[in-house]
């Protein structure tokens, strides 16, 4: 039986109190040695006769750890006498920092604790919770290479921080009111306002009915009670966007929204995501959101602890302080320059944020957003020995790095489209880098789409380090990310480049990586003005059925003749139209035929309305019609318009209810028809994984009908429940798309 040993720790060990923690354990076995932060490794000379306990003890490590790999070798010593925490040094760079975590109830409870050291002290954390990515700024994780280093320990921390039976011993982030951050509450002048309680008097502002912008973990956020919700959208100029709520506690989510016990742990867990939940009363709440959903989280730092306990209303809006698709505001000068017409008050901290995070998102279990809490996520799968970067698409944009047998996923980057948010994403490959210690590439993934910035990038990158550039289509890197078997792929999102320069969305897919044949498609329709019908896509529904019917609708809702002959010159001409095969536009156009949605205000509006429509619709079956076009099948969208105008028609205005039915009945009928290609494939195919993949599967009826038909038909099928359904999956893709080409001969 071994009494001694060099033993590495490899994963997810930094900031997550790990040395404490082997400290706490070699004490507990009386064991001699010591232990260290090696790069992002942890190294521990260990020896005494319980040896194996102590090393099944570390193997197992402290909560929020993700140990991947315990290497032990022998070592004679010398060893001290006691056991021991040494400085840092560096090494391998293997791990990764975890993401930020929630206020632990424990920290909690020491804010709540009148006449305690950390009583009402909003920046409270232990080494089990708190700030971590958004902090660091190099690995080893310690508090001089965080942005902690600009606030030295008082003589209370520091004793706290070296007692080995503490919580906070060793804790990165231990502050206190004497020598941590602190809170400033200033006026849309940049005023300091002068108060005895910060957060109290923020409190007060807000159930007064002001707007701030709060500094807090990963970036600003803009707050305000739900009666102001409405001048909120005003200032920003959100009209229709639905915004997310802070809600005091569980108790009052329930009241509002019908919420699952599944629904409730992702609610409580240590990431506090953002979850999208149906609203009890549909028309309740309509101006934060006017869909039959509603986004709720719950506070995750002290700062929102103590500003419920100051709050005489349940819940606040909180919505990000950036523009859509833009990165997260960070520093207090740039919020007050962007943001001093659309807030009141500015309350801010001194504590700087190194990597900005926004919050994550899930829906039925489906993350929409990974951000903070969530990523940087770690996956371990064998690609091979080379390192690949994956750049990610243009829309909802994240990075992926695959080294060492791990992909690395960061927090949601945006749209790359903006200058702002392409600034950010070298940046997050800079970051993610460094940390990974990802120093060369072998392999650069990007979209196909020559002209996407991103792609761009990956070419500048390439050219600076002689590296492999590896092109991977849109719905392939979709399919990809889910599955790294032979299967079925079905993609249903908006837009994305396909191979042969139409804009794919609503595809099939036979094959495995990289070897994906495209077996099945929608209908190709026309989209006249380009991204424009994107935006007003009653343009689309008139290129899907350019019919005399659909002509007098638009003039009855204010098209004029010459508008309306300048729109079938273009599609008779051909003059900047686009085709597309999107099931995302297809939903669009039907949000246009009902007068649900005739222009887009923010990503996915028409199709999100639609889908609220339906709520409560009665579904019908309809025909579905398909046809051959070159190898693919392809499913009739315009037949299914053609119905959909048929009900429409025989609709008395103003009846609602038909309207859902319609609703209702296109989303079901579209899915059955996207589910018949698949299984038509599987069988010509003899393959019998179906993969389902793309944004348009967040919507849950279109996703169940899917899944019905599936499963009805004998196949297995598989929803990616790691990474988002919609974009923020392609990164992870292109990584596992571009180390299988580079296999190839």
Excluded at 688 to 706: C, D, K, P
Aim: with cysteine; charged share 20%.
């Amino acid at each position: 039986m071994r009494r001694s040993g060099r033993i590495i720790v490899r994963g997810i060990v930094q900031g997550v109190g790990f040395r404490p923690f082997v400290y706490a354990s070699a004490h507990e076995y009386g064991i001699a040695g010591y232990v260290k932060n090696l790069g992002s490794e942890v190294e521990i000379y260990a020896k005494g006769d319980k040896f194996e306990d102590f090393l099944a003890s570390v193997s197992t490590g402290p909560p929020i750890a993700h140990i991947d790999y315990v290497s032990i070798t022998p070592w004679e010593g010398p060893y001290p006498e006691d056991f021991l925490i040494l400085p840092s040094s560096a090494g391998t760079m293997s791990g990764m920092i975890p993401p930020d975590i929630a206020t632990c109830d424990t920290c909690l409870a020491d804010i709540g604790l009148q006449g305690g050291r950390y009583d009402s002290y909003w920046a409270t954390s232990c080494v089990n919770c708190g700030p971590r990515y958004s902090i660091i700024n190099e690995l080893p994780y310690d508090r001089e290479r965080t942005s902690m280093i600009l606030f030295p320990m008082c003589a209370d921390c520091f004793n706290e921080y070296t007692d080995p039976s503490c919580r906070r011993h060793h804790a990165q982030t231990i502050a206190c009111e004497q020598c941590g951050p602190r809170l400033v509450l200033f006026d849309r002048d940049g005023n300091a306002v002068d108060c005895d309680d910060v957060i109290k008097e923020t409190a007060c502002l807000l159930d007064s009915g002001a707007l701030l912008a709060l500094r807090g973990i990963g970036g600003f956020h803009i707050a305000c009670i739900e009666e102001r919700a409405g001048e909120l959208k005003k200032r920003l100029g959100r009209s229709e966007q639905p915004f997310a709520v802070m809600v005091r506690n569980f108790d009052c989510i329930s009241e509002i929204t019908n919420v699952s016990a599944s629904e409730r742990l992702l609610l409580e867990s240590a990431s506090r995501p953002i979850v999208v939940l149906e609203k009890k009363d549909r028309m309740a709440h309509n101006d934060i959101s006017n869909l039959h959903t509603i986004g709720c989280m719950l506070p995750y730092t002290g700062l929102h602890h103590l500003l419920f306990s100051h709050l005489s209303h349940p819940l606040l809006v909180m919505t990000s302080a950036n523009m859509p698709g833009y990165p997260m505001i960070t520093d207090i000068e740039r919020a007050m320059a962007s943001l001093n017409q659309n807030v009141d008050f500015f309350l801010s901290h001194d504590r700087r944020i190194v990597n900005r995070c926004d919050d994550s998102v899930i829906r039925d279990g489906f993350i929409i957003r990974l951000s903070r809490g969530m990523a940087p996520k770690r996956m371990r799968l064998s690609l091979g020995e080379k390192t690949i970067l994956g750049v990610g698409p243009e829309l909802n944009s994240n990075i992926t790095i695959y080294k060492d047998n791990f992909a690395t996923t960061s927090p949601h980057v945006g749209n790359v489209r903006n200058p702002g948010t392409f600034a950010y994403l070298k940046e997050t490959v800079s970051t993610l880098s460094r940390l990974l210690g990802a120093e060369e590439y072998d392999l650069i993934a990007h979209d196909a789409h020559p002209q996407f910035l991103s792609t761009r990038y990956a070419r500048e990158l390439a050219e600076d380090g002689g590296v492999t550039l590896v092109p991977v289509q849109h719905h392939r890197a979709h399919i990809a990310a889910a599955t790294q078997d032979p299967c079925i792929g079905i993609t249903i999102d908006g837009v994305g480049y396909g191979d042969d320069g139409t804009i794919w969305g609503g595809e099939i897919f036979a094959g495995k990586i990289p070897d994906y044949e495209r077996v099945g498609h929608l209908e190709v329709v026309p989209m006249a003005g380009g991204d424009l019908a994107t935006t007003y896509p009653e343009r689309i529904l008139y290129g899907i059925l350019p019919e005399p019917d659909i002509e007098e609708l638009l003039l009855s809702r204010g098209w004029n003749d010459l508008e309306l002959d300048i729109l079938k010159a273009q599609l008779d001409k051909s003059l900047n139209v686009a085709l597309t095969s999107s099931t995302g536009r297809v939903l669009d156009s039907v949000s246009a035929l009902l007068g649900i949605c005739s222009e887009k205000t923010y990503d996915g509006e028409p199709a999100m309305k639609l889908e609220s429509a339906a709520i409560g619709g009665r579904a019908s079956e309809w025909d579905l019609s398909f046809f051959r076009d070159s190898s693919s099948e392809v499913l009739s969208t315009r037949g299914l318009m053609k119905r959909a105008l048929r009900e429409y028609k025989a609709t008395q205005p103003g009846n609602l209810k038909k309207f859902s039915d319609i609703a209702a009945s296109f989303q079901y009928n579209l899915a059955r028809g996207i589910a018949g290609l698949a299984i038509h494939a599987a069988r010509d195919c003899d393959i019998s994984l179906v993969v389902l993949s793309g944004g348009v599967a967040y919507n849950r009826m279109i996703r169940e009908t899917i899944i019905d038909q599936i499963h009805h038909a004998g196949l297995d099928l598989h929803i990616n429940a790691e990474y988002p359904l919609g974009d923020g999956c392609i990164s992870f893709g292109q990584c596992r798309y571009a180390a299988e080409i580079s296999k190839s001969p």
